[in-house]
């Protein structure tokens, strides 16, 4: 089974550093950490990376399309601006889940539309670390031929 690709957008690398009020106390390397535990509970591999540039995060979903089962992506603020992004979730047959932090839907105005929440499998947000766990317990049913 090709890996699980886990995708981090911009400033997602300083999760744990500020901010812990919205986005919790726990850095990348713990979420990445408890996604990799998890997985191996799963028994599915997962390939977790995070870029702050928007061509970076394009390039690894067109890999995605031979290299990849399956796509969870936390695109940052790209979420709300990125045409680009979009375009390349749509080049993909894998399945693709979004997912926040927090709940976008419940803060500023201008973060509560996705450009990708349009074209994904589906959206988790405003579990903290548990949204990219939940999300990894969709996709592993989804890849393994389950329809949750
Ligand atoms: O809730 C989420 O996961 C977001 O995707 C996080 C993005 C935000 O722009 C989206 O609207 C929602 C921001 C990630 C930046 O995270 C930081 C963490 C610590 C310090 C500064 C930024």
Redesign the pocket.
């Known amino acids: 089974m090709k890996p699980i690709l886990v995708l981090n957008g911009p400033?997602?690398n300083?999760?744990g550093?500020?901010?812990p009020e919205i986005?919790g106390s726990a850095t990348l390397d713990d979420v990445n950490e408890a996604i990799a535990r998890l997985a191996g509970e799963l028994n599915v591999s997962v390939d977790c990376r995070q870029s702050n540039h928007e061509g970076q995060l394009v390039d690894w979903l067109h890999e995605a399309r031979e290299g990849a089962s399956a796509v969870i992506i936390?695109a940052?603020?790209y979420?709300?601006t990125s045409i680009a992004l979009r375009d390349a979730v749509l080049a993909l047959s894998v399945p693709v889940i979004e997912v926040?932090?927090?709940n976008?839907y419940a803060r500023d105005e201008f973060?509560k539309h996705s450009y990708l929440s349009g074209v994904v499998h589906g959206t988790i947000a405003g579990f903290g670390v548990q949204s990219y766990l939940l999300a990894l317990r969709a996709t592993q049913l989804l890849v393994s031929g389950s329809k949750p």
């Open positions: 400033n997602l300083l999760l550093k500020r901010q986005y936390n940052g603020a979420t709300h926040h932090l927090s976008i973060r």
